[in-house]
């Protein structure tokens, strides 16, 4: 491109004019301003020539979008109706304890706290602990949405829990230190989101190590919980006890180096799946309880069993699509155990004061075509469009 300039302005010189080595008098003039525009404006043409689809053959299609296929459009719009389906879910979830407390403030007005006997509050714990380790994992991501959605399911767990207590049904050690544990994740929380842990290394390290005595307080109550659901009358804290030191005995090994290079990762996950575990146990001891004994099904409140159920049901089309199988087994277990089974539970409880069911079998048979016809939907048309992806 030099030579085609240098001879452009060699052509525009003054016959008479020496070349510009013959001294400052015999100077040559500088070139015309339209030589220069021409040398400036040949590179530009060449590069647009480049872009042009007459420079290349799949230039169109390169610069010009092609037209999506029906299929992957009917694709597309069913990952976007997901979508939407999960923001939808966050309505019935921030309702999901209001009916439960509202009863539960009616029982104690009217003196009848006998009725928040019935409540499992261990079910209520395992919630809690579940919603404390996802904050806490949330909060390291600075994933402000999912802390505010974990922090509400914490408040409204607290609150039920604090209405137990003060009805004397829960132990006062127990409840204590579970205030403190509240406590401190709230404060702990909002100093990480504010990025005041994150300024100096002792934040950073208060921070890791508040992780790791969650991780620990998890992975010790999986097993205690199922042991407590089995073995009610049972005090034994040994299924705790064996956890906890096993847990201890990776975190000291990780601390000097010693853990093996596949497990050295492997703590976060630990704390996620035990995260899971506490949300899947949730409903299994209020489940045993209830076919025990009948007579507690009359603290239950169904809009809380219907929202559980709804909000878990509008995620599952999300979770099959993205086929993240962890969210799935969540997701159905929270709408067939959470919703189903308690309500099944409540259709074969008969009331020993009134001799009736505590719900009636229209009620149950309309709810059961309802959600299964619902997840069978969701199957039937997640697969078309997962074929229709497939084909285009």
């Given at each position: 491109?030099?030579?085609?300039?240098?001879?452009?302005?060699?052509?525009?010189?003054?016959?008479?004019?020496?070349?510009?080595?013959?001294?400052?008098?015999?100077?040559?003039?500088?070139?015309?301003?339209?030589?220069?525009?021409?040398?400036?404006?040949?590179?530009?043409?060449?590069?647009?020539?480049?872009?042009?689809?007459a420079a290349d053959g799949g230039?169109?299609?390169?610069?010009?979008?092609?037209?999506?296929?029906?299929?992957?459009?009917?694709?597309?719009?069913?990952?976007?109706?997901?979508?939407?389906?999960?923001?939808?879910?966050?309505?019935?979830?921030?309702?999901?304890?209001?009916?439960?407390?509202?009863?539960?403030?009616?029982?104690?007005?009217?003196?009848?706290?006998?009725?928040?006997?019935?409540?499992?509050?261990?079910?209520?714990?395992?919630?809690?602990?579940?919603?404390?380790?996802?904050?806490?994992?949330?909060?390291?991501?600075?994933?402000?949405?999912?802390?505010?959605?974990?922090?509400?399911?914490?408040?409204?767990?607290?609150?039920?829990?604090?209405?137990?207590?003060?009805?004397?049904?829960?132990?006062?050690?127990?409840?204590?230190?579970?205030?403190?544990?509240?406590?401190?994740?709230?404060?702990?929380?909002?100093?990480?989101?504010?990025?005041?842990?994150?300024?100096?290394?002792?934040?950073?390290?208060?921070?890791?190590?508040?992780?790791?005595?969650?991780?620990?307080?998890?992975?010790?109550?999986?097993?205690?919980?199922?042991?407590?659901?089995?073995?009610?009358?049972?005090?034994?804290?040994?299924?705790?006890?064996?956890?906890?030191?096993?847990?201890?005995?990776?975190?000291?090994?990780?601390?000097?180096?010693?853990?093996?290079?596949?497990?050295?990762?492997?703590?976060?996950?630990?704390?996620?799946?035990?995260?899971?575990?506490?949300?899947?146990?949730?409903?299994v001891s209020q489940l045993v309880?209830?076919?025990?004994?009948?007579?507690?099904?009359?603290?239950?409140?169904?809009?809380?069993?219907?929202?559980?159920?709804?909000?878990?049901?509008?995620?599952?089309?999300?979770?099959?699509?993205?086929?993240?199988?962890?969210?799935?087994?969540?997701?159905?277990?929270?709408?067939?155990?959470?919703?189903?089974?308690?309500?099944?539970?409540?259709?074969?409880?008969?009331?020993?004061?009134?001799?009736?069911?505590?719900?009636?079998?229209?009620?149950?048979?309309?709810?059961?075509?309802?959600?299964?016809?619902?997840?069978?939907?969701?199957?039937?048309?997640?697969?078309?469009?997962?074929?229709?992806?497939?084909?285009?």
């Amino acid at each position: 491109m030099r030579q085609r300039c240098d001879s452009a302005s060699e052509l525009h010189r003054t016959p008479h004019s020496p070349s510009i080595g013959q001294g400052k008098l015999g100077t040559s003039p500088p070139p015309r301003r339209r030589n220069l525009a021409a040398c400036e404006t040949k590179p530009r043409r060449l590069q647009i020539q480049q872009l042009s689809p007459a420079a290349d053959g799949g230039g169109d299609a390169a610069i010009k979008p092609t037209a999506a296929s029906p299929h992957a459009s009917a694709a597309q719009q069913w990952g976007s109706l997901t979508d939407r389906m999960v923001s939808i879910s966050t309505i019935p979830f921030l309702f999901l304890f209001l009916p439960q407390l509202l009863k539960n403030h009616a029982n104690q007005a009217a003196g009848n706290t006998a009725a928040l006997a019935v409540l499992s509050w261990l079910s209520y714990l395992t919630g809690l602990g579940g919603n404390t380790l996802l904050l806490s994992y949330f909060a390291s991501k600075f994933e402000r949405n999912a802390v505010l959605v974990q922090a509400l399911g914490i408040a409204s767990s607290f609150a039920v829990l604090t209405q137990i207590r003060v009805a004397g049904y829960m132990p006062r050690a127990v409840y204590s230190g579970l205030a403190v544990v509240v406590g401190l994740q709230a404060i702990l929380t909002g100093l990480k989101l504010s990025g005041r842990l994150d300024s100096t290394k002792g934040g950073q390290r208060l921070w890791s190590a508040w992780q790791k005595v969650l991780g620990l307080a998890g992975l010790a109550g999986v097993p205690q919980v199922l042991w407590a659901t089995f073995q009610p009358h049972s005090a034994s804290l040994v299924p705790c006890q064996l956890t906890l030191a096993a847990g201890c005995a990776a975190l000291v090994l990780e601390g000097l180096g010693m853990l093996p290079p596949r497990l050295r990762g492997l703590w976060a996950a630990t704390s996620a799946c035990a995260a899971t575990m506490l949300f899947m146990l949730q409903p299994v001891s209020q489940l045993v309880r209830n076919f025990q004994d009948p007579a507690s099904l009359q603290g239950l409140s169904l809009a809380t069993i219907l929202l559980a159920s709804a909000g878990n049901g509008l995620m599952v089309p999300r979770a099959l699509w993205t086929r993240d199988w962890v969210w799935l087994t969540g997701c159905l277990w929270g709408s067939l155990f959470f919703g189903w089974a308690q309500m099944l539970s409540m259709f074969l409880g008969i009331s020993p004061a009134t001799g009736q069911r505590f719900l009636s079998a229209p009620l149950f048979a309309a709810f059961s075509v309802v959600l299964w016809g619902w997840l069978g939907a969701v199957l039937v048309l997640s697969g078309r469009a997962r074929r229709k992806q497939a084909a285009a």
